[in-house]
């Protein structure tokens, strides 16, 4: 169990800019969070666990201050009246081992969010857009959204076999719903498409070589939260010109070799097929074709 508390003074009289609000701003809030579970094992080899949390976050200077930030044809402005977001998950596992060499892990999870930090449309000094950097900008700020619920699985695979080989791999599903000003529901920012992560390695003595792949799952047009259908610019754009993610998977290599007790060269092959993608809602797109080569020692 744990207590939180938080004190934010900001002063905006020297933003530049007339704000539509008190240019001495004070924010202050506290919070307990808290987090219980039980683990389970009925057998050898089984494991099963129930939990329970209660998260907080306070907003942060950049949350309650920002002035301005901008992407294409959107802008954010400070709010001052940002409240703390308070999340309560629930989750139920369950683990087993067959034997030595596999092991299957499930996991199902069920997050309720309160007074949610989400990007909505807003004014500026009363009006809806304005001008920034020589381009007409819609005003948006940081806002506590009413409620969001996130619910999903997570399940992960690893085995060992053939004696100098092993796979792995981890996938995640999830779901989510927002309630936006107008009281409608719409698909959570927050929550990402189907995405997950396989490997198949081979170890022996002092090398090990892996092949792996990341991917994740469209999200289509029709699935998009609102507060990101009108983002085109970080965006594909379907045969409508709507708004969407596509799917993408990568295929990596990576090698390590432990030379001499705790030095390990290691060497990286990452986006073999040069593919070009953007994880879901960054905006950012993810790196080409690229190699690494290091070197690490720990003792």
């Known amino acids: ?135 007409e900008c819609r005003v948006q700020s940081l806002q506590n959204a009413a409620v969001a619920n996130v ?24 779901k989510g719903r927002e309630e936006m000003d107008n009281g409608e529901k719409s698909p959570s920012r927050h929550a990402a498409p189907f995405f997950g992560k396989a490997a198949l390695g081979f170890k022996h003595n002092k090398a090990t070589v892996e092949v792996y792949t990341q991917f994740q799952a469209e999200c289509s047009a029709e699935n998009m939260p609102e507060e990101e259908k009108e983002k085109t610019e970080i965006y594909a754009l379907d045969e409508n010109g709507n708004a969407y993610s596509p799917a993408w998977i990568t295929l990596n290599l990576r090698a390590s070799y432990n030379v001499y007790k705790g030095l390990y060269l290691n060497a990286t092959f990452e986006n073999i ?16 074709r690229n190699f690494t080569i290091s070197a690490t020692y720990s003792f």
Do not use: C
């Open 273 to 288: 097929t040069d593919s070009r993608y953007r994880p879901y809602s960054s905006g950012i797109s993810a790196a080409g």
């Open 151 to 174: 619910w999903g699985i997570q399940a992960g695979v690893s085995a060992e076999f053939a004696k100098w080989f092993y796979f792995n791999t981890r996938l995640n599903y999830q």
């Open 1 to 135: 169990v744990r207590y939180n508390h938080y004190l934010i003074n900001s002063d905006f009289s020297t933003a530049g800019y007339e704000v539509p609000f008190d240019v001495h701003q004070k924010s202050e809030a506290g919070s307990v969070s808290a987090n219980v579970g039980l683990n389970w094992r009925p057998k050898y080899g089984w494991l099963m666990r129930i939990n329970y949390a209660r998260g907080f976050r306070a907003p942060n200077v950049d949350d309650m201050g920002k002035l301005f930030d901008s992407v294409d044809g959107y802008i954010t402005v400070p709010n001052p009246n940002l409240k703390p977001e308070y999340a309560d998950n629930v989750e139920l596992g369950l683990a087993k081992k067959f034997g030595r060499y596999l092991q299957i892990d499930i996991t199902g999870y069920y997050t309720h969010l309160n007074n949610a930090i989400v990007r909505r449309n807003s004014t500026f000094n009363g009006q809806e857009t304005m001008t920034y950097q020589g381009e």
